[in-house]
Structure formats: structure tokens, C-alpha cells
């Protein structure tokens, strides 16, 4: 898993947190899931052109264990099975993904640091899957304008900046947990994503410095 951001050209990538936090109905942010909902979103997705690739991807055993006799019956078993998961998944659910980032600079007057961690090239992927499926998903938010600054009182922003101090001047990173989800079809393996939900935590002190809603 990565995120990316497309910068004059460039592409920087910056990891993703191992971590992920515990939140109660969200999809875990990997292949499996994100191409189903890549699948739900296309709706003139190939089903019959990827069947053996998603058998092979996703149903090992059965590929491994192919015989010519039955593996039409295991096509249309694959087929069936490919397009209820599909219609099954529910885009409303979103995925909980971590990453790290860096505050800016704290405007004592309006109370809140300079903080734009993404803009509308920013992207999250996953690779995975064989053959026709061996593709990087993309997950590219569409509304960074979720995140534009933080606000902190002066007391704990001032907590926050005396804790983070070392040799080299202040520690201003930050953890993102963030939640969010696939919103439409944009490109080839490219889906258009919606923050729905982020908290910024002090990972040197465990605490959430703000969160949004």
C-alpha cells in the first residue's frame, strides 16, 4: 500500500502507517476490496475477459487444482460468484487507511496551523492480482478540501510544540487516520475517493489533536 502524489510531473511516494485503528464498520484497505468495489463501479466491467485471472487471483486452490473436465464448471462457478460480490458490496463502507504528515505553521491570531496534507492528485494504491487483474488500484481523493488547517487552542498548540522539540528545531508530524470512500469510476484502475472521516493524532503522545466531523 503507498500513497502518491503527482508533483510537476514527478511522482513522490510517501508510506503508509502500519498501524490501522479500530474503527467499528470499515473495510480494510487492500486488493481484494478495493477491486470489488472497482467492479460495482464500472458498469461495463468484463466480467467473462477476467474470469480466469480472477480465479487465479482469488481462488488459488481451485486454479491449482484445475481439470479440463471441470473447469467449465468452475468458470461459471467463478463467473457467478465474481458478479454477486460485486452487487454484494456496499460503497458506503468506507476504508481506514494511516499515513503520515507534517503541520505547517501555527497563526496564533486564528488559532490553527497551516495544514493542506492533499489536493485532488494525491492517490492511496494497492498492488495485486495475475494476469489481466496484476494492476496498481488507485484511490484518488476528490474533495482534499476536507483538510484546510487545523485548529488548536493556543494552550495545547503550544503543549503540542514544546513536546515536539529536539536538536534540529520542532517535530511537527502527525499521524492521519483517515476514512474513505470510493465514490466513482475516474480512469483504468482509478476510482475517485471521498474522505468521509480523518483524525490527527500526536503519535509521540497518543492523543488526537483534532478530528473531522
Do not use: C
Not at 487465479?56 to 479440463?68: E, S, Y
Not at 498492488?127 to 476536507?146: K, M, Q, Y
Not at 515536539?164 to 492521519?176: A, E, F, H, P
Amino acid at each position: 500500500m503507498g500513497m502518491k502524489r503527482l508533483l510537476g510531473g514527478a511522482l513522490t511516494g510517501i508510506a503508509l502507517a502500519a498501524a490501522l485503528p479500530t474503527w467499528a464498520s470499515a473495510a480494510e484497505f487492500n486488493f481484494r476490496n478495493l477491486f470489488h468495489a472497482y467492479m460495482k463501479l464500472d458498469r461495463f466491467y468484463d466480467y467473462e475477459d477476467s474470469v480466469d485471472d480472477y480465479m487465479q487471483t482469488f481462488r488459488p486452490q481451485v486454479w491449482n487444482n484445475r481439470d479440463v473436465l471441470v473447469m467449465p464448471e468452475k468458470r461459471a462457478e467463478t463467473l457467478k460468484m465474481m458478479k454477486e460480490e460485486a452487487a454484494a458490496y456496499d460503497l458506503n463502507d468506507p476504508f481506514d487507511i494511516v499515513t503520515d504528515s507534517t503541520l505547517g505553521e501555527y497563526d496564533v491570531t486564528a488559532q490553527r496551523f497551516g495544514f493542506q496534507p492533499f489536493d485532488h492528485t494525491t492517490y492511496f494504491y494497492v498492488h495485486g492480482g495475475v494476469g489481466s487483474l496484476a494492476h496498481d488500484i488507485r484511490l484518488t481523493i476528490t474533495n482534499p478540501e476536507f483538510v484546510s488547517g487545523l485548529p488548536l487552542p493556543k494552550e495545547k498548540a503550544k503543549v503540542f510544540l514544546d513536546n515536539r522539540k529536539n536538536g534540529y528545531g520542532i517535530d511537527r508530524s502527525v499521524r492521519l487516520h483517515l476514512k474513505i470512500k470510493a465514490a466513482r469510476l475516474m480512469s483504468d484502475w482509478s476510482l475517485g475517493g471521498e474522505i468521509v472521516s480523518i483524525e490527527v493524532v500526536d503519535p509521540k503522545q497518543q492523543a488526537i489533536l483534532w478530528r473531522n466531523p
